[in-house]
């Protein structure tokens, strides 16, 4: 799934504090540009700025915002402009905000995530600066996947970085960082997005998650709990399983794309430690690396090391290159 336009990037910027109405109007067509048709109502003239950085993958666009304090406001005559109906959900990076739609109100902190839906009005407000992640898929694509209605869709409703819905904010935060660093990565792992958000609202509306998006959302709960926990020399495949609730069976089900499993995921992180560590800290001799990346012994880690990259750890060290990518 590449990319269809690349990564584009939209800056307004007023550091002069004038406020000029056409800075504003293209800060709006940014947004327009980005999601859907919106109504821009800055709150303060003064050293306004805002930026997006956006890229589409068929059925899913990506982007990362962030500007000053305004009002955003999608109305029914902007509604009126467009066809298309989407499911917008947003993580909170830096400062918050406010959601309204349907009759509530959302007050969204960093960490947290919310839905909303494009085809019914809400309005956004923000007090001060702010930051934010934005995924954006069709209405029909999330459900069909999520096998509940657009009414049922748990508009204005702050996720909770700790609920279970949260691990996928986690993921959408990360995948949109890692677009500007490494977008032919972001457009493998984008392919599990509208899954991903199927089973994140419907598990946030009280529904059973569908029997695909259930399995994508427990991959990314096992994968989470491996980062969390692969410098644990003792983590074994069945503490990984008994740490996600889940069985050895399905374990190895929902991880079935590397050849051996588990075992060969916790090692690509050991090692993916390891190398940041060789390469930040040349005062640490590779014996306590091993140990801190959560290998047993120095024999163990340089097994690994070779197995995945193709070199030595002193080698890389060296260098600073793999010879292979992990």
Known sequence: ????????????????????????????????????????????????????????????????????????????????????????????????????????????????????????????????????????????????????????????????????????AEFLRELTELQNTAPEQAAVLASSTVDLLAAATALTAGHKVPGESSDTLTRRQVVEFMRRHCRDTTLTVSAIAAGCGVSRRTLYRVLEEFEEGPATLLRRMRVEYACGLLTARRDLPVTAIAHSAGFATERQFYRAFRVETGTTPAAFRATGVLPRTL
């Open 1 to 168: 799934m590449n990319a269809l336009s690349g990564v584009r990037r939209v800056e307004v910027g007023d550091s002069q504090g004038g406020g000029s109405k056409q800075l504003f109007e293209q800060w709006e067509a940014g947004l327009t540009d980005a999601y859907v048709p919106l109504a821009v109502s800055p709150r303060g003239t003064e050293g306004f700025r805002g930026w997006i950085a956006h890229a589409a993958y068929n059925d899913v666009s990506l982007s990362t915002v962030g500007a000053s304090r305004q009002r955003v406001d999608r109305t029914r005559s902007l509604i009126a402009r467009t066809d298309d109906e989407f499911l917008l959900a947003t993580v909170q990076i830096a400062g918050s905000g406010r959601l309204h739609q349907d009759g509530r109100v959302a007050q969204v902190r960093p960490g947290e995530m919310v839905f909303y839906d494009s085809s019914r009005p809400y309005r956004w407000e923000f007090d001060s600066d702010w930051e934010m992640s934005v995924a954006r898929v069709p209405l029909s694509r999330l459900r069909q996947r999520a096998g509940i209605t657009a009414l049922e869709i748990p508009t204005a409703t702050t996720v909770a970085r700790n609920s279970p819905a949260g691990v996928v």
